[in-house]
């Protein structure tokens, strides 16, 4: 059972907008950044959003994040094939001073 | 170019040791906190295991008293001695850089297979 929470997985067609949630507790998304990973098949994890909204250099602006209170949230606009993957988020918790992830979420692009 | 790869993943029975290692090229390992994460087949991310930069380690509860990490400075390399394995060590294990408060996982190594099976 993951710390933070995240649906196992969702959906879209291409050029559409999706969302993936991230609900954890006051000890770790409520007082800390968050951060995301996209796992492309067969690959190690990237680094996508950190704290809470920034990009790294040469993530395309279509993946966005952000949080509110407990909860935290990506989406990615103008959906493309290259885009199905497994997302992950994850934040320091204070109470267990170590970093937690969600269990991920797997996108399917229909 | 910050490179991370590691190897050593094997399969082994359970009670056997084994040791992982991650060779690091366009940053020094010594000056950075370094992590191991695992990730069991078709399951999420998990931490494992963190040295900082000044030598202090911390491990995941799951893995206390039978993992260490350490780092060789000269190597530029990360370590990771796994004894007494579980057939729930069974993961792809990631090393990357990151993984302490305020400094997050901003790079990985590709994973290498550690099965643990009789």
């Known amino acids: 059972q993951s710390v933070l929470t995240q649906p196992p997985s969702t959906s879209g067609t291409p050029g559409q907008r999706v969302t993936i949630s991230c609900s954890g507790s006051?000890?770790?998304?409520?007082?800390?950044?968050v951060y995301w990973y996209q796992q492309l098949p067969g690959t190690a994890p990237k680094l996508l959003i950190y704290r809470n909204n920034q990009r790294p250099s040469g993530v395309p602006d279509r993946f966005s994040g952000s949080k509110s209170g407990t909860s935290a949230s990506l989406a990615i606009s103008g959906l493309r094939s290259e885009d199905e993957a497994d997302y992950y988020c994850a934040t320091w918790d204070d109470s267990l001073s170590a970093w937690v992830f969600g269990g991920g979420t797997k996108l399917t692009v229909l | 170019e910050v490179r991370l790869v590691e190897s050593g993943g094997d399969l082994v029975q359970p009670g056997e040791s084994l040791r992982l290692s991650c060779a690091a090229s366009g940053f020094t390992v010594s000056s950075n906190y370094m992590s191991w994460v695992r990730q069991a087949p078709g399951k999420g991310l998990e931490w494992v295991s963190v040295i900082y930069g000044g030598g202090t380690t911390y491990y995941a509860d799951s893995v206390k008293g039978r993992f260490t990490i350490s780092r060789h400075k000269s190597e530029n390399t990360l370590y990771l001695q796994m004894n007494s394995l579980r057939a729930e060590d069974t993961a792809v294990y990631y090393c990357?850089?990151?993984?302490?408060?305020?400094?997050?996982?901003?790079?990985w190594g590709q994973g290498t297979l550690v099965t643990v099976s009789s």
């Open positions: 990357a850089r990151g993984g302490a408060y305020n400094y997050h996982f901003d790079y």
């Open positions: 006051s000890s770790n998304i409520g007082s800390n950044y």
